[in-house]
């Protein structure tokens, strides 16, 4: 399963570039608060998205593949949140949101496919 293993790879990447992007951050109050939740949202994509790897059903790729979508929403927001408030510039957080968006677009409709396929 090839795509599979494209997406481990995809969403390890997502979580190495989350890290280094943390490490950009300023050392404030509110970069660090930030920083920590984007950092533990954005590494979480890749981990659970593993575990949906290791699914026993259909019933547990589903809810699995609902974390993964729960934390990459919610990298999403954080990296959102670190531009409205001007901690970093848009075009520091541009990239890491788009793949945001995009893994949340793509493990979305794997659900959805999960879901229609189950109601044969």
């Known amino acids: 399963m090839q795509r599979g293993e494209d997406l481990k790879v995809r969403t390890r990447q997502f979580a190495i570039d989350v890290i280094l992007f943390c490490r950009t951050l300023p050392s404030t109050f509110e970069g660090r608060r930030l920083g920590g939740q984007l950092f533990d949202s ?3 994509v890749g981990s659970n998205y593993r575990a949906v790897c290791r ?3 259909r019933a547990d790729f589903i809810a699995k593949l609902g974390l993964v979508i729960e934390e ?3 990298s999403e927001f954080w990296l959102d949140l670190i531009t409205v408030t001007s901690i970093m510039p848009a075009s520091a957080t541009r990239a890491l949101r788009q793949e945001a968006f995009e893994l949340v677009a793509i ?3 794997s659900q959805k496919t999960a879901r229609e396929n189950g109601k044969d």
């Open 42 to 44: 954005g590494t979480s």
């Open 55 to 57: 699914a026993r059903s």
């Open 72 to 74: 990459a929403d919610e």
């Open 107 to 109: 493990f979305t409709a």
